[in-house]
Nanobody, 120 residues
């Protein structure tokens, strides 16, 4: 059984920081690209950050310079460090694991989401 379990969400003031974690089980973790997505009410889900097994990263322009994605393959865990948070960062944040081979998606799994609220 594949499980992705997010944690670390909560309420934070503008300018504050939060660290999200996603623990994976039931997959060979090192085979998967790990992503963080978010979805705010009334908006489309958007890709926030991605990291390959080798550590290559990609970020949405809206979070570049403020967020850092990292992974610990030994712990089967991916992290999202969020600094200088803004109210517009408020959303449900989802962890995603995707196994790719050329143009083929060999696996695609999602966590249940964790709420991040940035408000004074």
């Amino acid at each position: 059984q594949v499980q992705l379990v997010e944690s670390g969400g909560g309420l934070v003031q503008p300018g504050g920081s939060l660290r999200l974690s996603c623990a994976a089980s039931g997959i060979i973790f090192s085979f998967y690209v790990m992503d963080w997505y978010r979805q705010a009410p009334g908006k489309q889900r958007e890709l926030v950050a991605a990291i390959t097994s080798g550590g290559s990263t990609n970020y949405a322009d809206s979070v570049k310079g403020r967020f850092t994605i990292s992974r610990d393959n030994a712990k089967n865990t991916v992290y999202l460090q969020m600094n200088s948070l803004k109210p517009e960062d408020t959303a449900v944040y989802y962890c995603n694991a995707q196994r790719l081979r050329l143009d083929l998606v060999l696996g695609d799994y999602w966590g249940q989401g964790t709420q991040v609220t940035v408000s004074s």
